[in-house]
Structure formats: structure tokens, C-alpha cells
Nanobody
Framework: QVQLVESGGGLVQPGGSLRLSCAAS????????MTWYRQAPGKQRELIAS???????VYADSVQGRGTISRDNAKNTAYLQMNSLKPEDTAVYYC?????????????WGQGTQVTVSS
């Protein structure tokens, strides 16, 4: 059984930075694509960044130039560095990993971490 644990959220002032982490634990698996989403109150969940096993990245326009997704394959961990934070970045941030086990591919989600940008 694979589990994802997120960390790094919190309260940040506008213009500040933070780094989110998402680590997968379990046995006998390979993480293919790692993706970060966010969901603000009253809004749909939004894909903001993804990175493939080959480290190809995609960003939403809303975070392009301010966000950087990276991964550490040895630790099965994804990171999202967010800079120049704005109040509209306030949301619950979720990670999703596409994971290959011996005989199947599944998506696993983290529990979510709250990011609040406010003075």
C-alpha cells in the first residue's frame, strides 16, 4: 500500500515564498508523474504543475514564472517551490502521484496542505 504525505503549508505574507513537499512511502513501486493541484474555497481543483519521470515539466499560467516543481526519485518526493506569493494563491494544495506497481497503474493523492497568503 502506497501512502502520500504532504508538508510545508502555512501562513505566508504576500510576496513571500514557501516550499511544499510530498513523499510517497510503501514498497515495490515506481512513481511516474508527480502533480500538484490546488483548490481555493468555492472553486474547482486546479492543476498547477506536473513533472514526469524524465523530469519534463508543465505549469499552469497562474504559477508560471513563480513556481518550480522538482523531484527526488531516490526519496520518492516531489517539491513545489512557490515565490512571490499572492493572496489568490491561498488554497489547499494537493499532490497526486501516478504510481506503477507490479501489475497496475494507479493515482494516489496526498491529504492536502493549507497555504494562506495574507498580511
Amino acid at each position: 500500500q502506497v501512502q502520500l504525505v504532504e508538508s510545508g503549508g502555512g501562513l505566508v505574507q504576500p510576496g513571500g515564498s514557501l516550499r511544499l513537499s510530498c513523499a510517497a512511502s510503501g514498497s515495490a513501486f515506481t512513481v511516474h508523474t508527480m502533480t500538484w493541484y490546488r483548490q481555493a474555497p468555492g472553486k474547482q481543483r486546479e492543476l498547477i504543475a506536473s513533472i514526469t519521470l524524465q523530469s519534463s515539466t508543465v505549469y499552469a499560467d497562474s504559477v508560471q514564472g513563480r513556481g518550480t516543481i522538482s523531484r527526488d526519485n531516490a526519496k520518492n518526493t516531489a517539491y513545489l517551490q512557490m515565490n512571490s506569493l499572492k493572496p489568490e494563491d491561498t488554497a489547499v494544495y494537493y499532490c497526486k502521484f501516478t504510481i506503477l506497481t507490479r501489475d497496475k497503474v494507479d493515482d494516489y493523492w496526498g491529504q492536502g496542505t493549507q497555504v494562506t497568503v495574507s498580511s
